[in-house]
């Protein structure tokens, strides 16, 4: 299951999202796409999910939501703050 570490706190609006990493110290920011990629994940939708709801909310193709979910949430789980995801292989 995808889901934010235990220590951040999170806060969206219409505007984008900030999470303070409570145990770092650090705050990051994000634009009003990845807040929507935050409440999402604050749902508790699975990838699947997460990648469809986008999709419709943002009125974007479903191969073009699936490449900027994915995009945000290694770059969540390569700063720490995003449990549960696996980064997949790019086929050769």
């Known amino acids: 299951m995808l889901r934010l570490s235990e220590n951040l706190r999170s806060m969206t609006d219409a505007n984008g999202g900030v999470l303070l990493d409570l145990c770092r110290g650090q705050i990051f920011r994000c634009n009003a796409t990845g807040a929507i990629v ?15 709801e986008f999709s419709k909310l943002c009125n974007v193709p479903q191969a073009c939501a699936s490449e900027d979910v994915h995009e945000f949430l290694t770059t969540l789980s390569r700063l720490g703050l995003l449990q549960g995801h696996a980064p997949r292989r790019n086929a050769e």
């Open 38 to 52: 935050l409440e999402l994940l604050a749902r508790g939708l699975n990838q699947t999910q997460l990648v469809a």
